[in-house]
């Protein structure tokens, strides 16, 4: 299994932001700001242009479950536009952002002029389901270990590093930080990664890579 399988192309194409571009506004959000909660009613379909965003959700106990990092060309909250309702996870700034977001009555307006946009808002939502599906897959089959390497080759995919610490890393994949700890300690030990204060290295995906796979179901 190739590093892709993890790493999804949601299909943030330079042709859908062009096709967007004319119905977008803009919204800034400062770090630590909170875009929308999960269960808040919205309609927005959104771009992010510079930035990082965290998107989470939480169970009914009150534990946090962190599913991803928002880059920038990132598009998301297609869901609503389709259908508008209570969003299904919360989205934060990890840093100052910058964003433009559409309505959806701005958006069934573009699409009587551009056909287009309602293909490629199709293709995004598909793209999306399948990467929803496989992070399932990854928390019901994969046992932790290989779960923690999933997490780290995809949080780490566009420099060889993570810039978080080991607790909020156990967010990631909803263990615990001991055991997260102990595993990279493991990792460290065996010349997969690099250990700093706050900071994660990888120095071997391959390596990472057959671990994820060792004990895939």
Known sequence: MTE??????LGETDTLLSLLAEN????RLSAGETLFEQDDFDDRLFVLD????EVSVLAASGRKLSLNRLQPGSVFGEIAFFDPGRRTA???ALVSSRLRFARQAALLEGMTRNPKLASALL???????RW?????????FLPPESRLAAKTLHLSRSDSEIAMSQAQLADYVGVTRELVSRILSDWRRAGLVELSRGRIRVLDRSGLMETRDSEEV
């Open 4 to 9: 892709s399988h993890y790493d999804v192309d």
């Open 24 to 27: 977008l506004e803009e919204l």
């Open 50 to 53: 510079t930035g990082e965003l």
């Open 90 to 92: 919360r989205i934060k």
């Open 123 to 129: 293709q995004l939502a598909g793209r999306r389901m």
């Open 132 to 140: 929803m599906s496989r992070q399932l897959e990854d928390q019901v």
